[in-house]
């Protein structure tokens, strides 16, 4: 992702790092952004911290519902219940979807509502909103929501 970025803008500055140990100041940035990726972080509250310490305010947080994360593999087409292998244990899965004849891995770990609750909350960040976001137009998604949205803002 640096590459492409570079390749878009070479005149920006990128930076690679650890997100449970960002190499800014406190303060230092506008915005932080983590959508799609909390869930990928070994110790998602670290970063959380890290984030509220280099933010100034508002931040909005997606990531992958964890209702789906806790869920077993079903295909694209299903459109029955969901069957949960584990709600309450954190873990690191693996899954391997395929779209249009390309394969991508995704290697994330599975949180609770209450794990990113916490985290947030032991961050000092206030949630204004909570939302379950569907897909209508996809069987899978229909009824089982696909990502959780945090609009969640460091205090002023």
Do not use: C, Q
């Not at 990113?116 to 137009?137: G, M, T």
């Amino acid at each position: 992702m640096v590459a492409a970025a570079h390749e878009a803008d070479p005149e920006g500055e990128y930076v690679e790092a650890d997100a449970a140990r960002l190499p800014f100041d406190g303060g230092a940035a506008d915005l932080a952004l983590a959508f799609m990726s909390l869930m990928d972080m070994d110790d998602m509250p670290a970063a959380l911290h890290e984030i509220a310490r280099v933010l100034r305010p508002e931040a909005p947080l997606t990531v992958v519902h964890p209702l789906n994360s806790a869920s077993l593999p079903r295909s694209d087409s299903e459109e029955s219940g969901v069957v949960i292998r584990s709600y309450r244990e954190r873990r690191r899965y693996t899954e391997t979807i395929e779209r249009n004849s390309l394969e991508m891995t995704f290697e994330s770990m599975h949180y609770s509502l209450e794990d990113y609750w916490r985290a947030l909350r032991d961050a000092r960040f206030v949630v204004e909103d909570l939302r379950e976001l569907y897909d209508d137009a996809h069987p899978r998604w229909h009824s089982v929501p696909l990502f959780l949205r945090f609009d969640a803002r460091k205090p002023a």
